[in-house]
């Protein structure tokens, strides 16, 4: 059973960064495509930022691209995502999820019935 931990919320200012980890654990993580999705209050839960279980592959929602950087360590069974520029509107709880579905086309891990699993979710609060 896969387990999903993130960690490295917190409360920062406009213009600052942050990087969130997500620890994977439970099964062979070089297996999964990870993704990254956050939610604010009010909010459907959105699309971030996805990387492919090889490593090769990424794709992005177009309100953090160039800012956002997903990444992630196949040793350490970790998926990164660092955000650089931060703006109030991306405060959300950020969550990350695990897919073992194949499918050729990157962005279709943009929807979220496409993983399996999902983390607890790490607060991020941007202050203007």
């Known amino acids: 059973q896969v387990q999903l931990v993130e960690s490295g919320g917190g409360l920062v200012q406009a213009g600052d960064s942050l990087r969130l980890s997500c620890a994977f654990s439970?099964?062979?993580?070089?297996?999964?495509?990870m993704g990254w999705f956050r939610q604010a209050p009010g909010k459907e839960r959105e699309f971030v930022a996805v990387i492919r279980w090889s490593g090769g592959g990424t794709y992005y929602a177009d309100s953090v691209k160039g800012r956002f950087a997903i990444s992630r360590d196949n040793a350490k069974n970790t998926v990164y995502l660092q955000m650089n520029s931060l703006q109030p509107e991306d405060s959300a709880v950020y969550y990350c999820?695990?897919?073992?579905?194949?499918?050729?086309?990157?962005?279709?891990?943009?929807?979220?019935?496409?993983?399996?699993?999902w983390g607890q979710g790490t607060q991020v609060t941007v202050s203007s």
């Open positions: 439970g099964r062979t993580f070089s297996a999964y495509t």
């Open positions: 999820a695990a897919s073992d579905h194949y499918y050729s086309v990157t962005s279709l891990y943009q929807f979220s019935d496409k993983y399996n699993d």
